[in-house]
């Protein structure tokens, strides 16, 4: 089993920036890739950047490329999502998610989640 915990969420102004973790425990040893998904009210959960463990191989969902990085610290076994030029409709909640195969978009099940740190974004 993993356990993921993520933290960092909280309230912002359009224009700012948040930074996003998530530290993973237990058997991080057959993690492959990590991930961060969010899901806005109503809304369906959408992929929005992922991490190859072996590589640091990064990959962005649309909405999000040019203002999100995610990043990793391999010691400490933490996922960082940086959101900067925050917008209102970047308001979710934010889901971690690690996988023993790579995460992209089309994954929809990946073996463990967190349990979601909110942002909201005031216009």
């Known amino acids: 089993q993993v356990q993921l915990v993520e933290s960092g969420g909280g309230l912002v102004q359009a224009g700012g920036s948040l930074r996003l973790s998530c530290a993973a425990s237990?058997?991080?040893?057959?993690?492959?890739?990590m991930a961060w998904f969010r899901q806005a009210p109503g809304k369906e959960r959408d992929f929005v950047a992922t991490?190859?463990?072996?590589?640091?191989?990064?990959y962005y969902g649309d909405s999000v490329k040019g203002r999100f990085t995610i990043a990793r610290d391999e010691a400490k076994n933490t996922v960082y999502l940086q959101m900067n030029s925050l917008k209102p409709e970047d308001t979710a909640v934010y889901y971690c998610?690690?996988?023993?195969?790579?995460?992209?978009?089309?994954?929809?099940?990946?073996?463990?989640w967190g349990q979601g740190t909110r942002v909201a974004v005031s216009s």
């Open positions: 991490i190859r463990w072996i590589d640091d191989i990064t």
């Open positions: 237990g058997r991080t040893f057959n993690v492959h890739s």
């Open positions: 998610a690690a996988d023993s195969r790579l995460i992209t978009k089309a994954t929809t099940r990946p073996d463990y």
